[in-house]
């Protein structure tokens, strides 16, 4: 039988052929701000990384946030991680960057436009039949309003993605802070400022990637139901509710 998701949870039309577009050289985004005539395009997909998630479960979520700062100054709990509700089969998972680029003119001087236009964690190679928003364990369907966008929020702009069985280790050197300031931390440096930090104790991975003001979480789904793709985007068309 093929799959037929939860229209309350499918992304709008516009939503859909942005994110098909994001994974495919050459294909336009849109055009360029205040520039109709300039196409914004993209021009390449980059394998990242790999992450490991041995537990099938996965956080994608800011690894963290500005007023844990105060929370840990005063020792109250930090929040819980945005953990996804939907669960994916323990392994080890590629991480790929679509790149897009809309050339413009500021103040007389010409800029390239390159930007992220979504970052992806792939499940499978399976083609993706439909696009959902990705809902977290503390999330209820029921309880959604119209429009609404579930969501993380990060104030650093960066997000992640991380095994959730071996969060709380995976997340600590980013939690550390020194006088308000995120401590040194020793991870695996990335391109475009992406880190990778790795658990042996649980043989689980955490992923960076820019999340400006944090990022929507889509799911990609086969004709099956299965997820093939899990890809974080920032201002794009939202999904129904």
């Keep these: 039988m093929a799959w037929a998701g939860d229209p309350r949870l499918a992304a709008t039309p516009e939503a859909a052929e942005y994110l098909e577009a994001a994974f495919t050289p050459g294909a336009q985004l849109g055009t360029v701000y205040d520039d109709p005539t300039t196409p914004v395009v993209v021009t390449g997909i980059e394998e990242l990384t790999t992450i490991r998630v041995p537990s099938g479960r996965l956080v994608v979520d800011a690894p963290w946030h500005d007023d844990e700062v105060y929370d840990y100054e005063r020792g109250l709990p930090t929040p819980h991680p945005r953990e996804l509700a939907v669960r994916i089969p323990p392994g080890t998972y590629r991480v790929d960057i679509a790149w897009s680029a809309g050339p413009y003119e500021f103040m007389g001087e010409h800029f390239d436009g390159v930007a992220r236009a979504a970052t992806r964690l792939c499940v499978s190679d399976a083609p993706v039949a439909g696009w959902e928003t990705g809902l977290s364990v503390h999330e209820d369907i029921d309880r959604l309003q119209p429009g609404e966008e579930p969501r993380?929020?990060?104030?650093?702009n960066v997000g992640c993605f991380a095994d959730a069985g071996a969060w709380t280790a995976l997340s600590a050197p980013f939690r550390t802070f020194a006088d308000g300031v995120p401590a040194p931390r020793d991870t695996e440096r990335l391109a475009d400022g992406s880190e990778r930090l790795r658990d042996e104790a649980h043989?689980?991975?955490?992923?960076?990637?820019?999340?400006?003001?944090?990022?929507?979480?889509?799911?990609?789904?086969?004709?099956?139901?299965?997820?093939?793709?899990?890809?974080?985007?920032?201002?794009?068309?939202?999904?129904?509710?």
């Design 203 to 241: 043989q689980a991975d955490l992923v960076t990637f820019v999340a400006e003001s944090g990022g929507v979480v889509w799911l990609g789904r086969t004709k099956t139901g299965d997820v093939a793709a899990i890809v974080v985007t920032s201002g794009l068309p939202g999904a129904k509710a």
């Design 152 to 156: 993380f929020f990060s104030d650093a």
